[in-house]
């Protein structure tokens, strides 16, 4: 009998544990935002549970209140969501026009531009506009705010929805002044009858998407990297749910059904406490151990170095599950910035000038890319499309733009090209520690000012543009190059700062930095290691998102998917290595991430339209015709 109990014990011992196992593992697995939110529940839950108060004493600045961002359904989801219930001819065109759609829905270029950017000829574009335009909410996929209100007015069966059609196609000035006797005149209609069409019109949706969440919820990192007297520290982020005690609450011990429930109580509340602390130490320990391997990239003294599973746990002597687990969907800040990929000029001399030729470059494009240091950039002649996060800007000749420190950007012209530009680190201005930084460059660059154009139509601007011109001139005065280039740009800057409305949100430029961050993360992993066997899920778990959010990313930035990003940037590491180097074709293909030649080869062609063989020789035949063909970035 004795020994029956104590087997029974055991195995209810042994179910205890698999259960806190479990919910360990769980734990672990948790970011900060899903611990938070199961503390909470907890809290409420369970009455032997609770805070300590006393590691918050003294604390003014800390909110106790979890405070949690629900993520509201956004226009991307609504009309996805009605794409996959339908049955569409061309699906992957329509979803991209649904990525290429403003926060109010509209979209930004002509359909030429469309065609161009998705290798679509117009009639396939134009259907394809058609079946979006045909989503709910009525106004979307519309080029401007006539064709917005006609898109609506179409699917309305309001009795005077012609005569509002005909308004807003006809007349749209007179109803802007709302000058109704005119209009009634000027069609040959009844005024009660044009009074109920501009009513008509007036109950419409200027802006259909604006509706709908456009921003993701900010990033709440899990860990973050610090510096102190010592060097780098590793720090967690949520000290509230790592401070979690048993409840000194008494009850009636002498009931053996409150002594029951107590017992389930107080043992759920342990094994919360337990479990949490393990996560802490887990965490704790295993991003101190990446902070060892890569502490040379933290401190911007050199790149990345090539890290796994294995090489953790072996150091750790932790399973690499439990790793794998551990790193799942976290983030990690480092003091607020975020690593840069590439710097320009030299550390004595952080400035670098180039000019370039769109039409030397593949595909009459300078891929998307991003820097530390900020960019201006003119156009010389041409017309350049820049895409600048999810937004794509058209300059014309004459026109310029400033680019602002890590922002995701590219340039592209579909003929011609000319854009001399230049980057520029803040501290080229003045010394980081100095005041002039601190009052005058800071402000900016941390600022939500992401971009802003230059044209001459304002006195400043032009100002703007005249000064960048004598800052590319004086490039070619080896003299008085560098104290001349310091100087005038201590000139634009001023001139930059005086004008620019760092307090207006409607004069500022912006994209949405949380998505943003994501996709460079995911651009970086791949550009570093492009050359490895990569997979979709690789990809995405390497910053803890779903395979679906890193196609959602690439999509709205890129317009391509993770996986065609990377067979392009190796296909674009190989033509590199054609042009700059001897070594053989099958040599670049290994290199550039291809284990199969002929895979490559047929790759290769189907991009550039030449071998690889043919593509080297007819770059060198160029080259030693004209070596200032060579470029730069």
Not at 285 to 297: D, G, H, S
Not at 417 to 429: A, K, L, R, S
Not at 606 to 628: G, Q, V
Request: proline residues 3%.
């Amino acid at each position: 009998m004795k020994y029956q109990t104590t087997q029974a014990q055991k195995q209810k011992q042994k179910q205890i544990y698999a259960k806190q196992q479990i919910q360990e593992l769980r734990l672990l697995e948790m970011g900060s935002d899903e611990l938070s939110s199961l503390v909470e529940l907890e809290l409420e839950n369970n009455p032997f549970l609770e805070m300590d108060d006393n590691y918050f004493k003294g604390d003014p600045d800390f909110d106790l209140i979890l405070n949690y961002i629900q993520q509201e359904e956004t226009l991307t989801d609504v009309l996805m969501s009605q794409l996959r219930i339908g049955d569409y001819e061309d699906e992957r065109l329509i979803e991209a026009l649904i990525l290429l759609l403003d926060s109010n829905g509209y979209l930004n270029m002509t359909l030429d531009e469309i065609c161009r950017l998705l290798n679509s000829d117009v009639k396939t574009a134009e259907r394809a506009l058609a079946d979006l335009r045909s989503f709910e909410p009525y106004g979307i996929g519309a080029f401007n705010l006539k064709d917005c209100l006609i898109l609506q007015l179409i699917h309305s069966d309001n009795i005077y929805a012609d005569l509002a059609i005909e308004i807003v196609e006809q007349e749209l000035e007179l109803l802007a002044e709302n000058k109704l006797k005119q209009l009634a005149v000027k069609l040959k209609e009844e005024l009660d009858d044009v009074v109920k069409a501009v009513a008509l019109i007036r109950s419409l949706d200027p802006k259909p998407g604006a509706r709908y969440a456009s921003m993701s919820p900010p990033i709440e990192p899990d860990v973050i990297i610090k510096h102190n007297d010592e060097g780098l520290c590793v720090e967690l982020k949520d000290r509230a749910v790592y401070h979690l005690q048993i409840s000194t609450i008494c009850l009636d011990d002498e009931d053996e059904n409150v002594k029951a429930v107590r017992k389930k109580y107080v043992l759920d509340a342990q094994q919360l406490i337990s479990g949490i602390t393990r996560r802490c130490s887990t965490l704790l320990n295993v991003m101190a151990q990446i902070l060892i391997i890569q502490e040379a990239y933290f401190l911007h003294q050199g790149d990345l170095k090539p890290m796994s599973l294995k090489m953790l746990s072996n150091a750790l002597n932790l399973n690499e599950s439990t790793i794998s687990r551990c790193i799942k969907d976290k983030t990690l800040q480092f003091d607020g910035q975020f690593m840069e990929i590439k710097q320009h000029g030299s550390s004595d001399y952080p400035f670098q000038y180039y000019y370039d030729n769109l039409e030397l470059f593949d595909f009459h494009c300078i891929e998307w890319h991003w820097h530390r240091e900020f960019e201006f950039l003119y156009v010389e002649s041409g017309q350049v499309t820049c895409g600048i996060g999810e937004k794509q800007i058209i300059l014309s000749e004459g026109e310029a733009i400033f680019i602002n420190s890590k922002i995701l950007h590219r340039f592209y012209a579909s003929s011609g090209g000319i854009i001399p530009n230049f980057v520029c680190m803040p501290e080229f201005i003045a010394p980081e520690n100095s005041l002039i930084y601190k009052k005058y460059i800071l402000p900016i660059i941390s600022s939500n000012i992401y971009f802003r154009c230059f044209q001459t139509d304002e006195l400043w601007q032009t100002k703007i543009i005249q000064t960048m011109i004598k800052i590319m001139k004086i490039q070619e005065n080896e003299k008085i190059r560098e104290l001349a280039t310091l100087a005038l740009m201590q000139d634009l800057w001023l001139t930059f700062y005086e004008n620019v409305k760092l307090s207006d949100k409607g004069d500022v430029q912006t994209v949405d930095e949380v998505a943003q961050k994501r996709i460079q993360l995911i651009m970086q992993y791949i550009h570093e290691n492009y050359n490895h066997n990569l997979s979709l899920d690789e990809i995405s778990s390497h910053i803890g998102i779903s395979k679906s959010t890193a196609l959602n990313l690439f999509h709205r930035f890129l317009h391509t998917t993770p996986v065609n990003y990377l067979i392009g940037y190796r296909l674009q590491a190989a033509s590199w290595l054609l042009k700059n180097t001897n070594k053989k074709v099958k040599t670049i293909a290994y290199e550039s991430g291809f284990h199969n030649v002929d895979y490559f080869c047929r790759l290769f062609k189907k991009r550039y339209h030449l071998t690889p063989s043919e593509y080297r020789c007819t770059c060198l035949k160029l080259l030693s015709a004209d070596p200032s063909l060579q470029t730069h970035k």
